[in-house]
């Protein structure tokens, strides 16, 4: 499954570890009370006998597996997105969908005739991604006059995907997603993606 080889690429955040006290088993059986029958174990001796934490790397890790598998769900339906002009400002209703192999991505504008003319239908390969970025750091990727004209809300929702048309023209995607929490997302996994697959491009064997 595609799940597998992103292991290798998830972003790592730093945690400081937690102190955890290694498994130990109890040397020997519970002794005999007075009575014969067996002593119930101490609150220290079963905690001593549970199994360590998982490390807080590996916890993230798990984090950013799940965080990707809800991105491929969701981008492979197809995500209703506010697509934004960011010269103009003007935005338009549109869609973003990724393909099954997680390899290339399109952003399309709904068909309507008040469509605004700096609002473009887009198709790139994720490896053609040059830069991505949301909410504050996508205020540097538009206009002032746009930044500055968004709601707090709708900066919470912005992202900017710019990506390579061709060796001579890089061409970018302005776009609001559904909330804050989204656009994070969004940028995160992209970024997961594009890694991923400079790295299979990396290791693949080289035609002489």
Do not use: C
């Amino acid at each position: 499954p595609w799940l597998q080889g992103l292991d290798d690429n998830l972003q790592e955040v730093q945690v400081s570890p937690l102190p955890v006290r290694p498994a130990r088993l109890p040397e020997k059986a519970d002794p005999l009370a007075e009575d014969g029958t067996i002593e119930q174990p101490s609150l220290e001796r079963m905690s001593n006998a549970m199994p360590p934490l998982s490390s807080p790397r590996e916890v993230e890790r798990q984090k950013l597996r799940d965080l990707m598998k809800a991105f491929a769900n969701r981008s492979m339906q197809g995500v209703r997105i506010t697509l934004l002009d960011e010269v103009s400002g003007s935005q338009h209703p549109g869609s973003y969908h990724v393909d099954g192999r997680l390899q290339n991505i399109s952003f399309m504008p709904d068909q309507q005739p008040t469509r605004p003319l700096g609002i473009q239908q887009h198709a790139t390969s994720i490896e053609e991604l040059v830069e991505v970025a949301d909410q504050e750091d996508a205020s540097m990727l538009v206009e002032l006059g746009v930044w500055q004209g968004l709601t707090a809300t709708e900066r919470q929702r912005l992202v900017v995907f710019v990506y390579n048309h061709d060796s001579m023209e890089r061409r970018k995607v302005a776009f609001l997603e559904e909330d804050g929490k989204s656009s994070r997302n969004f940028t995160t996994s992209i970024r997961i993606l594009r890694r991923y697959f400079e790295d299979v491009k990396l290791n693949s064997p080289k035609s002489i």
